[in-house]
């Protein structure tokens, strides 16, 4: 079955980093577009970056521009998160998705969970 | 950004009864394509969003016929014909046209 799957979450103290990882399953990226997107307790969705597969070009959020980078391994079929200078409002449950046909946002993963705390 | 405002955030729904979410965006998610990116996503509690209406209109594989989406320009509704218990949960829509993608706040419905 094809799936996402995220990985590197934990508990951690703020301003420290953190690196996520996603690796598609039974599923290769290809065209389009590798997204995060984040869900902290009790609230909605909110996209955090994307990279374009084909050709390595980023977005951020506002929120996290210039502590959040993107990254992909074509090679291992993986994205990455890393996330510096974390706050805890960056507390979240953290997805991948992807982009089967532009704009879709088909496929999900079951997401990470990142806890920002002292 | 393109913002999404949807309505109701809460919805209270009798079994076999219809319900309806509305979505109206800041802006055009017409692309220069000339496809309008906007979805619609089901999450029921502890799972992933999955995607139910893409482009509006087009339900996913496997997404019952009750469920169907419209719309154009700026507004956009999700309709449900006949409630089922299975329905509840937060429902969001998405456009996927202009980066950052964007989400509406979310609709939660619920069985009266």
């Known amino acids: 079955e094809a799936q996402l799957v995220e990985s590197g979450g934990g508990l951690v103290q703020p301003g420290r980093s953190l690196r996520l990882s996603c690796v598609g399953s039974g599923l290769t990226f290809s065209n389009y577009a590798v997204h995060w997107v984040r869900q902290a307790p009790g609230k909605g969705l909110e996209w955090v970056s994307g990279?374009?597969?084909?050709?390595?070009?980023?977005g951020y959020a506002d929120s996290v521009k210039g502590r959040f980078t993107m990254s992909r391994d074509k090679a291992k079929n993986s994205v990455y998160l890393q996330m510096n200078s974390l706050r805890p409002e960056d507390t979240a449950l953290y997805y991948c998705g992807y982009d089967l046909t532009p704009g879709g946002l088909e496929s999900w993963g079951q997401g990470t969970q990142v806890t920002v705390s002292s | 950004d393109v913002i999404l405002t949807q309505s109701p955030l809460s919805l209270p729904v009798t079994l076999g009864q219809p319900a309806s979410i509305s979505c109206r965006s800041g802006?055009?998610?017409?692309?220069?394509?000339?496809?309008?990116?906007l979805n619609w996503f089901h999450q029921r509690p502890g799972q992933s969003p999955r995607r139910l209406i893409y482009?509006?209109?087009n339900r996913d594989s496997g997404v019952p016929d009750r469920f169907s989406g419209s719309g154009s320009g700026t507004d956009f509704t999700l309709k449900i014909s006949r409630v089922e218990a299975e329905d509840v949960g937060i429902y969001y829509c998405?456009?996927?046209?202009?980066?950052?993608?964007?989400f509406g706040q979310g609709t939660k419905l619920e069985i009266k």
């Open positions: 482009k509006v209109s």
């Open positions: 998405m456009q996927g046209t202009h980066w950052p993608y964007t």
């Open positions: 802006q055009s998610p017409v692309s220069s394509d000339g496809h309008t990116y």
């Open positions: 990279i374009y597969w084909a050709g390595g070009g980023t």
